[in-house]
């Protein structure tokens, strides 16, 4: 032991240098390594169930029907008012139902509506009750234009390129699912300069409001009948006012929406819609010919 420690106390300059530069080469091996091993690493892709498709209403068989539970104004309520507005708005994303060559909602053709009308009522408990009836159909085409005009916006979000010489690029890459001859007209359509302007306006318009939601995918129709449902008693505008625009911890979803929750907006509102109706009527009484 003793002829050990000696020989180690004993040991040559020279050598402690060169053992000590070989680790230290060794360190800035193995730390370029680590480096470029960790540089040809991606991130994990996080895996995603992909957007409902809602295969359990679709796949219905011909003798069975959905129930729709609605409300005084005919808005569906409760359990079944999720599934049946996901369902509309995958309706709204079939390319023989909804085409997305049509810009406006109001040039879809009325026997394409009919149609998503009549697959509607194949699917679900509709009422005779011709009140009922032209309720829900109203809501139910409604809905289903949303879901048309919100897809349309989709693909603009994601194949969208702002110059008009990309529009070969476009065409050429076309979303899966898509008609071409539709694709290729709605294409055409948001290179056009009013289009182009549209867009623009739209965006600045859209970066001004303040006074968003957080009621997610559910209607206000459900948050009112979930409050009332708890409450014995129907919900006031200022209630569900700030029910639907608080986050899950209780704050307002920012200080403007705020101001109004602590305002009551809803209250100085009719009051003014009182008054100004008033002074209208008097001034109409005490100035007509």
Same mark, same amino acid.
């Given at each position: 032991? @003793? ?32 480096? #470029? ?5 991606? %991130?994990?892709?996080?895996? #995603? ?11 219905? $068989? ?6 729709? %539970? ?10 079944? +008012?999720?599934? =049946?507005?996901? =369902? ?41 009750? $011709?009140? #009922? ?34 529009? @070969? ?5 076309? %979303?899966?699912?898509?008609? %071409?001859?539709? *694709? ?33 995918? *559910? ?5 009112? @009948?979930?409050? +009332? ?9 200022? #209630? ?6 608080? *986050?899950?911890?209780?704050? @307002? ?16 509102? =009719? ?6 109706? +008033? ?11």
């Amino acid at each position: 032991m @003793a002829w050990q420690k000696a020989n180690l106390r004993t040991c040559s300059k020279s050598v402690i240098v060169e053992g000590a530069s070989i680790e230290h080469v060794d360190q800035e091996m193995n730390q370029e390594m680590h480096e #470029t091993s960790t540089q040809d690493v991606q %991130p994990p892709v996080r895996a #995603t169930r992909g957007p409902s498709k809602y295969l359990d209403v679709w796949d219905l $068989p011909d003798d069975q029907v959905i129930e729709l %539970p609605l409300n005084s104004v005919h808005q569906p309520v409760d359990e079944g +008012a999720r599934a =049946f507005t996901g =369902f509309l708005g995958t309706i709204a994303q079939k390319p023989h139902m909804c085409p997305i060559r049509y810009l406006n909602w109001r040039d879809m053709p009325e026997e394409l509506k009919e149609e998503c009308w009549c697959l509607i009522e194949r699917k679900y408990v509709v009422s005779t009750n $011709p009140t #009922t009836y032209a309720g829900l159909k109203k809501f139910t085409l409604q809905k289903i234009g949303k879901g048309w005009r919100d897809y349309k916006c989709r693909l603009k979000m994601a194949h969208y390129i702002p110059h008009p010489r990309n529009k @070969a690029r476009m065409k050429s890459n076309r %979303p899966k699912g898509c008609i %071409p001859e539709d *694709c290729d007209v709605l294409v055409n359509h948001w290179y056009i300069e009013d289009a182009m302007i549209e867009l623009e306006k739209n965006r600045d318009c859209r970066s001004k409001q303040e006074d968003l939601h957080t009621v997610g995918l *559910c209607s206000f129709a459900v948050h009112t @009948a979930k409050k +009332a449902k708890v409450d014995g008693c129907p919900v006031k505008r200022a #209630t569900l006012y700030s029910i639907l625009h608080t *986050c899950k911890n209780g704050s @307002a979803v920012n200080l403007v929406v705020q101001a109004k929750m602590v305002s009551n907006p809803f209250v100085v509102s =009719f009051s003014l819609s009182i008054i100004a109706f +008033a002074s209208i009527e008097w001034f109409h009484n005490n100035h007509t010919v």
